[in-house]
Each structure stands twice: as structure tokens, then as C-alpha cells.
């Protein structure tokens, strides 16, 4: 939440070059106070785990923020419990009239496909064309950050050698950013993915601006229109044993894959992971929240 201060302290002026959200005395006399409109495409195969996972975060800050769950209607979920989407989701295309705060766009197991070959790849545009206009900001996550580069940019996606499966050390570029108000120089996060968006192109579109990036891993966080897209390509949403099940699936179905890496102490499956990144995943998502309830019109209309 904001801290309420004089306009004319010593502090406000430093306060705001840090980006910490100062609100002074005139604004919060005539300020109104509603919920949080966030809608969420869930594209996860693990439906309710995800759920848990995003909801914890994004309950975690004081804001009231009310939940809308879309699914693609063009595509036929095998991995819902049954009726649980009949009763929890709405069709993505009855939103066309509604305006949000937020939408977050989780990750999807298809991304060594083309994006074209997705079943659902036309309707996930018409979500993503959508929020340009009507969502403040669009949180991508993994893959579903990997179709928002390429739709809205251009951005190819390349086969990695091997997966990128672990807890791998990230860096911050500019920490004053809303987005990283509070972060260390170095934090940890998870990754599990086969592709990356190709860094170069990123770079080279003035558009875009590159967050967090480590040569391990490639572009971390990017973001656009100052933080009315932001491009996760990895899961600092994942709960503590996220990675040790996806590790004991691809196990059991043969599926070539090493140990997540910095996951296991003494990298020993049969020992239980160490939590390193939960404080940061906190912190990222209370300070996306609070970014969109600072900048967010009060009116959605006025979008």
C-alpha cells in the first residue's frame, strides 16, 4: 500500500525518484477506493495447483482484488477435475465487454509447438489484441510470455539444447522500477522450459525493455509501455515441490530430463527442496498489484 505524506517533505521528492509509492494528503482526501478487477487464463495442465499457487501470491497484498478465471472455449481440457471449469471459468469471449485491472497469462505444455499449431492459438490472440485496450497490465508468464512477444512484437522462440529446469540466480537492471521495489541485486527463481525467446530481438526493439536477465538463462523480466506488459519467462509462482513433481513424471514416463539444478541440497532427490525464492516471488507480485492499483484509472472505463 502507498504511504500518505506531506507534499512538501524532504522525503517525498527521494521517495518518488526511488519509485516508492508516496501519496500525499490532497490526493488521498479525493481518492475512492474499489476491488481489483484481475482475470486470469489459466493454460497450466496442473488447473487447481495453479490456481492455489497464482491466488496465494496475489492474496497476499491487502488490496481487495476479485478474480476472474477465463478458459479457451475452443479447447477441450483433459487435466481439469470434471465440471470444474463449467463451474469456476467463463469462455474468454464473454469478457469483450469488460474492462480489467489485470490479466495474467500462465504457461501452457505446448511450447515446442508453433504457435500457430496450438489448438487454441486464435483465441489466445483475441485475449491478448483485447487487453491493449482493456486491461491497465498483462502479466505473461513462461509461455504465455513467449506468445505475447511473438504476437505483439514479432519476438521468435528457439529450441533449447536441453531443458532449463531448476533455481537459477537472477540479476536486476534497474531496481528502482515499480516492479522491483524491494529486490535484492541477485534473486532466485524457478525455471522450467524448453524454448527461449530469442534475447536479440528484444533487445533490438526499442519498444521493449530488458528487467532481468542472466547469461544462464537469458531474459528473465522484460517489460513494455512502462510496465503495461511484463514477460515472465519463468515461475516464481511454483510452490515448493512444483519441480520435484514435474522431475518424478518425466521419470516415470522415460522422459530424458536431469535434476533440477540448485533445487535438491546435495542435488539427492530423495531429500526435500529448499525454498529460496518465495520472499521474491511475494514481493514481485504485491509490487505488480500495487503498481496497477497506483496507475489504474478508477474508472476502467477511462482505459
Given at each position: ?9 524532504p522525503?517525498?521528492?527521494a ?8 501519496m ?38 491487502p ?8 478458459r479457451?472455449g ?6 481439469a ?7 469456476f ?5 464473454l469478457i469483450?465487454?469488460?474492462?480489467f ?12 509447438l ?10 489466445l ?6 487487453s491493449?485496450?482493456?486491461v491497465?497490465s ?10 505475447g ?13 536441453k ?13 528502482y ?10 534473486f ?22 530488458i528487467?532481468s ?10 517489460t513494455?509501455?512502462e510496465s ?16 520435484d ?7 516415470e ?7 533440477p539444478?540448485?533445487?535438491?541440497p546435495?542435488n539427492?532427490?530423495?531429500k ?18 500495487n ?11 477511462d482505459l
Amino acid at each position: 500500500m502507498p504511504i500518505k505524506i506531506h507534499r512538501d517533505l524532504p522525503a517525498y521528492n527521494a521517495l518518488r525518484k526511488e519509485r516508492v509509492f508516496v501519496m500525499t494528503d490532497d490526493r488521498a482526501e479525493h481518492q475512492d477506493i474499489r476491488p481489483l478487477q484481475v482475470a486470469i487464463v489459466n493454460l497450466m495442465p496442473t488447473t487447481v495447483d495453479t490456481e492455489i499457487q497464482l491466488l496465494r501470491l496475489l492474496g497476499s497484498s491487502p488490496l481487495q482484488v476479485d478474480i476472474t478465471f477465463l478458459r479457451m472455449g475452443s479447447h477441450e481440457s483433459k487435466n481439469a477435475p470434471p465440471g470444474h471449469l463449467e463451474k469456476f471459468y467463463i469462455d474468454s469471449g464473454l469478457i469483450r465487454e469488460k474492462r480489467f485491472d489485470g490479466l495474467i497469462i500462465t504457461g501452457a505444455p505446448v511450447e515446442t509447438l508453433p504457435f500457430e499449431e496450438v489448438d487454441y492459438w486464435d483465441e489466445l490472440v483475441e485475449v491478448i489484441d483485447y487487453s491493449a485496450d482493456n486491461v491497465f497490465s498483462t502479466l505473461h508468464i513462461c509461455w504465455g510470455a513467449q506468445a505475447g512477444l511473438y504476437r505483439r512484437y514479432g519476438i521468435p522462440k528457439r529450441p533449447l539444447e536441453k531443458k532449463l529446469f531448476g533455481i537459477f540466480p537472477h540479476g536486476v537492471h534497474e531496481q528502482y522500477a515499480p516492479l522491483f521495489r524491494g529486490f535484492d541485486d541477485e534473486f532466485l527463481a524457478p525455471q522450467s522450459r524448453h524454448t527461449a525467446s530469442d534475447r536479440e530481438a528484444i533487445a533490438a526493439d526499442s519498444r521493449l525493455t530488458i528487467q532481468s536477465e542472466t547469461v544462464e538463462t537469458g531474459v528473465f523480466i522484460a517489460t513494455a509501455r512502462e510496465s503495461r506488459e511484463v514477460y515472465v519467462t519463468g515461475h516464481l509462482e511454483y510452490d515448493p515441490l512444483t519441480l520435484d513433481r514435474e522431475y518424478r513424471r518425466d521419470l516415470e514416463k522415460g522422459i530424458p530430463i536431469d535434476i533440477p539444478k540448485n533445487y535438491y541440497p546435495g542435488n539427492d532427490p530423495s531429500k526435500s527442496p529448499i525454498v529460496r525464492w518465495r520472499a521474491h516471488a511475494h514481493l514481485f507480485f504485491n509490487n505488480w498489484l500495487n503498481y496497477v492499483y497506483q496507475e489504474t484509472p478508477f474508472n476502467l472505463e477511462d482505459l
